[in-house]
């Protein structure tokens, strides 16, 4: 890219982080200390904000930079990621919201502990959380150093790790200083940003194929060199059983996942109510359905005007396609209009990534501090002392998930994601429900539901082929995949709730029908919630 390119996106991302920087620099002049206002910024946001809030977290890297690659790749089967991120909204909705608002207190352990022994419950739980936030933060990794390769003209692997190094080094100053509250704001206005960056190219696109919806489509399945087949199930998960398999798996993944991300269920305890909390999913789900919507005309369009082999001559797992159609709707790569388009959209995704990897973090430090170290901490002074725990955390998690995201740099953002996803829905989600509503639960059939889910999700990634044995995967030079599926979600998060249940089964333990009552008096009408 040209000097210009660079220069403009630069200043214009170092608006975003001085902005940033500043509502930090704000917020811990402000603040108390307290763990509450660290963890959850003190209750006090607005549904409506912290609606935009939510669709800041959720809409990440994947979203802006990952779905309209694989859909400029894959067609259809790009798509299917669309379907999967906002279908799972409903699960959200209908089971989790507002129970997880007044059952819990700052993180998903807190509805589960609430009446099991805390602590076996506490650590399994944290240890969970902590493990899905780091996946989900090298996917946000990877899209900032594929950013930045194209914005420097891929000037080799030195500037995508100084990249990530610098996102990183951000993230732990968002979370340290500023904790929750400055977190939820730096999401709002990236939310507002993201939202506004692509509603302008959405309707370029629509403009340059004069609102004709059909046009695009069959003009990028002409692009493809795919023909109709670009339109049609199959391009990337079609084929034989072990694709189609493995379909099933990433939707599995991707409706029932969210439920179970820790940055998302930590969201929840920054509004007052739990009617609050049904009243953010139900702002969120707009803004989220919005925004997707408009992903599948920019992975079409990208398709149609790049073209797939530009996409993927760029950045082989196509993260890069979004930016580059802005620099083709503007003009082209030597004028004006492609210059400052590409900037702005360079900048937003840039700004997708601190904001997303701030709230993460936030949430993972928070599992630290609060579940597996206050598990070994005697109680008196661990308020205070979890905060500043949970500061140290996110230096540590901020080092291992830039470690990370420089080894996973070749993969697709949106991919990556899918594993997240798929780690969540195997070990958080079937805990979650457990406990919600099954008045038989034990001690061990939690403890079991996690590590039930947990290790053979993280098991089966290391034996499939993003591992190892293929041209494309982490190690291609060696071979030790035993399982064929990408996505592990169709065996692990059946074993996460099968594990629950013979851990249920078999233990000795008798449930405290008193307790279960109270969590389930509190999780329906808020007596007693924090």
């Not at 936030?133 to 899209?143: E, F, N």
């Not at 199930?233 to 493995?246: E, F, I, N, Q």
């Not at 991707?254 to 909390?277: K, M, Q």
């Amino acid at each position: 890219m040209s000097g210009n390119h660079q220069t403009l996106a630069l200043l214009l991302f170092s608006v975003f982080v001085a902005v940033t920087l500043a509502i930090t620099t704000w917020v811990s002049r402000r603040r108390h200390g307290s763990a509450e206002e660290f963890y959850a910024g003190g209750r006090l946001f607005s549904p409506m904000e912290n609606g935009f809030a939510i669709a800041g977290d959720y809409a990440s890297a994947a979203s802006f930079l990952g779905v309209p690659g694989l859909i400029a790749l894959f067609g259809y089967d790009g798509v299917l990621y669309v379907v999967g991120f906002l279908v799972a909204w409903l699960v959200v909705l209908f089971l989790v919201a507002e129970l997880v608002r007044n059952c819990g207190r700052f993180t998903l352990a807190d509805v589960v502990a609430s009446r099991m022994s805390e602590r076996p419950v506490r650590i399994a739980a944290g240890t969970s959380s902590v493990t899905v936030s780091v996946l989900y933060l090298v996917a946000q990794m990877v899209g900032a150093g594929s950013l930045v390769a194209l914005l420097l003209g891929r000037t080799g692997g030195a500037a995508q790790a100084w990249t990530v190094i610098g996102v990183g080094a951000l993230m732990v100053i968002y979370v340290s200083l500023g904790g929750m509250r400055a977190t939820t704001w730096i999401q709002i206005v990236k939310a507002v940003l993201l939202l506004g960056g692509t509603v302008v190219l959405t309707v370029q696109v629509m403009v340059r194929f004069h609102g004709d919806l059909d046009r695009l489509l069959l003009t990028a399945a002409e692009r493809s060199g795919r023909g109709d087949a670009f339109l049609a199930p199959g391009l990337k998960y079609g084929g034989d059983w072990t694709a189609r398999l493995d379909f099933i798996s990433l939707g599995l993944a991707l409706v029932l996942g969210t439920a179970g991300l820790p940055h998302i269920l930590s969201r929840f305890y920054t509004v007052p109510t739990a009617r609050a909390a049904r009243r953010s999913v139900i702002w969120s789900i707009g803004l989220i359905g919005g925004f997707y919507l408009m992903t599948i005309v920019l992975g079409f369009g990208a398709a149609a005007i790049v073209g797939p082999q530009a996409v993927r001559g760029a950045n082989a797992a196509g993260n890069t396609a979004v930016p580059l159609l802005a620099l083709d709707l503007g003009g082209g790569a030597d004028s004006t209009g492609g210059t400052v388009l590409f900037a702005v959209v360079a900048a937003v995704a840039f700004a997708t990534i601190l904001a997303v990897v701030a709230g993460i973090t936030l949430a993972s430090s928070a599992s630290v501090a609060h579940d597996l170290y206050a598990s070994l901490r005697r109680r008196g002074t661990r308020q205070r002392s979890e905060v500043a725990v949970a500061r140290v955390a996110a230096v540590g998690i901020g080092a291992v998930a830039i470690a990370l995201g420089l080894l996973a740099r070749d993969l697709n953002v949106a991919f990556l994601v899918g594993l997240a996803f798929a780690v969540a829905a195997s070990a958080n989600l079937p805990v979650l429900l457990y406990s919600l509503f099954w008045r038989g639960f034990t001690t061990r059939g939690a403890v079991w539901a996690v590590y039930g889910g947990l290790v053979p999700a993280l098991g089966l990634v290391v034996l499939s082929p993003v591992v190892s044995g293929s041209p494309d995967s982490l190690f291609p030079g060696v071979d030790f995949q035993y399982f064929p599926l990408q996505n592990p979600g169709i065996v692990s998060v059946p074993l996460g709730f099968l594990a629950g249940w013979l851990g249920t089964v078999t233990s000795a333990e008798l449930p405290d029908e008193a307790k279960h009552a109270e969590t389930e008096v509190r999780s329906l009408t808020g007596a007693g919630a924090a």
